[in-house]
């Protein structure tokens, strides 16, 4: 069975500053999708960046990066520039093909002004 | 990816009575998927909507406090049936491309059990 384990229940960052959110998995699997959303207090689980496994190359969305490390089973995400529309809580997740969903216990950020 | 419709966004519900949450999609899919949200907690699967045969349930939820429909497509509903404060949480709709490899979620439907 898969495990996603985040490290940090609560972070916190200036605004405009840079701040990375841990996520670590445990898979035997070889192919595989890792994600994170983010959760505002709007309740909504919004996509905020995928990874897929069999790709060396780091996603990055905009503001949004992430740090794949496929041997150490590491995902971390990085948050450039924080914005206070930024504060939400955000949850690894870990997918193989046609599988369902595994969460970690999710990161409360708050974006300081 | 898909618009995803949840309809009620938030209720407050009587114990003892049941809901029933709707899910509509904006094009064909093929997963649909129902998720539990407790207060503070992380989401937890609940079941897998089929279109046309009975729902998968996951470990813990059953059909008869938790009956899901999808008779096509584009639209599943969940109930919460016999609700007690315990089933007090966010409900999420939720469906996955055709290559079962991304997961976007609907907005969430707040119940609040008293």
């Known amino acids: 069975a898969q495990t996603v384990t985040q490290s940090q229940p609560e972070m916190s960052v200036q605004e405009a500053e840079t701040v990375t959110l841990s996520c670590t998995y445990d898979t035997s699997e070889s192919n595989y999708y890792l994600f994170w959303y983010k959760q505002p207090p709007s309740r909504q689980m919004i996509l905020v960046i995928r990874?897929?496994?069999?790709?060396?190359q780091n996603a990055t969305e905009n503001r949004f990066s992430v740090n794949f490390q496929k041997a150490a089973k590491s995902f971390s995400l990085k948050i450039s520039d924080s914005q206070l529309g930024d504060t939400a809580m955000y949850f690894c997740?870990?997918?193989?093909?046609?599988?369902?969903?595994?969460f970690g216990t999710g990161t409360r950020l708050a974006v300081r002004p | 990816s898909a618009v995803i419709s949840q309809k009620p966004s938030r209720d407050i519900c009587q114990r003892g009575t049941s809901l029933t949450i709707q899910c509509q999609v904006d094009?064909?899919?093929?997963?649909m998927f129902w998720y539990r949200q407790q207060p503070g907690q992380s989401l937890t699967l609940i079941a897998t909507?089929?279109?046309?045969?009975?729902?998968?349930?996951e470990s813990g939820f059953v059909i008869d406090k938790f009956p899901i429909s999808r008779p096509n497509l584009t639209f599943s509903t969940l109930t919460v049936s016999n609700m007690s404060p315990e089933d007090s949480s966010i409900y999420l709709c939720?469906?996955?491309?055709?290559?079962?490899?991304?997961?976007?979620f609907g907005e969430g439907s707040w119940l609040t059990v008293v």
């Open positions: 909507a089929n279109q046309g045969s009975e729902a998968t349930y």
């Open positions: 094009s064909q899919v093929t997963m």
């Open positions: 939720s469906v996955g491309t055709a290559s079962g490899n991304t997961i976007y």
């Open positions: 990874q897929e496994a069999y790709k060396q």
């Open positions: 997740a870990f997918i193989r093909s046609g599988d369902k969903l595994t």
